[in-house]
């Protein structure tokens, strides 16, 4: 990540001289993977400006859709003018909640909610003498509370 003077420079500059940086980092990127290329197209302002400063130089670099199902209408309707071809996803937007829960804020949150969904399993299938359940937010990396050992076993049995 560019310093934030670097950045500024780089925001002052006429659009000409960030449409030419832009298009050269363009070639290299064409080149480094020998064409071998597409563009991950959302049908968003910043796709459809990548899509035309690529198809400026590179005509033939095809759009891709991932097309969740929760895409709005005219987002599809655009992005098959614009030629873009359709994927989908493996599994359905209620499939991935299911799996893996909604997309959270951090990663941290994240684990936390993951860490007590493997106890949860591990206590549905009995098998969780021993386990230890984080008490604080901190624990969840590994540093155990003052307050207790968190352990479930014989001697700590699950309550309720």
């Given at each position: 990540m560019p310093e934030k003077w670097v950045l500024q420079q780089y925001q002052a500059l006429p659009l000409?001289?960030?449409?030419?940086?832009?298009?050269?980092?363009?070639?290299?990127?064409?080149?480094y993977w020998q064409g071998d290329v597409c563009i991950s197209f959302s049908?968003?302002?910043?796709?459809?400006?990548?899509?035309?400063?690529?198809?400026?130089?590179?005509?033939?670099?095809?759009?891709?859709?991932?097309?969740?199902?929760?895409?709005?209408?005219?987002?599809?309707?655009?992005?098959?003018?614009?030629?873009?071809?359709?994927?989908?996803?493996?599994l359905t937007f209620s499939e991935v909640i299911s799996k893996y829960g909604y997309p959270l804020i951090s990663k941290e949150t994240a684990e936390a909610?993951?860490?007590?969904?493997?106890?949860?399993?591990?206590?549905?299938?009995?098998?969780?003498?021993?386990?230890?359940?984080?008490?604080?937010r901190g624990e969840l990396t590994g540093r155990r509370s003052k307050a207790g050992t968190g352990l479930i076993g014989e001697d700590n049995p699950l309550p309720g």
């Open positions: 000409s001289a960030k449409v030419h940086m832009s298009q050269a980092r363009i070639r290299e990127w064409y080149d049908g968003g302002k910043d796709s459809t400006v990548l899509a035309r400063l690529v198809h400026e130089l590179y005509p033939n670099v095809p759009l891709v859709f991932s097309n969740t199902g929760l895409e709005y209408p005219e987002i599809q309707q655009f992005a098959r003018k614009m030629g873009a071809e359709f994927i989908r996803p493996k909610i993951q860490s007590a969904r493997n106890i949860k399993k591990k206590v549905n299938r009995k098998d969780y003498k021993g386990t230890y359940i984080p008490q604080k």
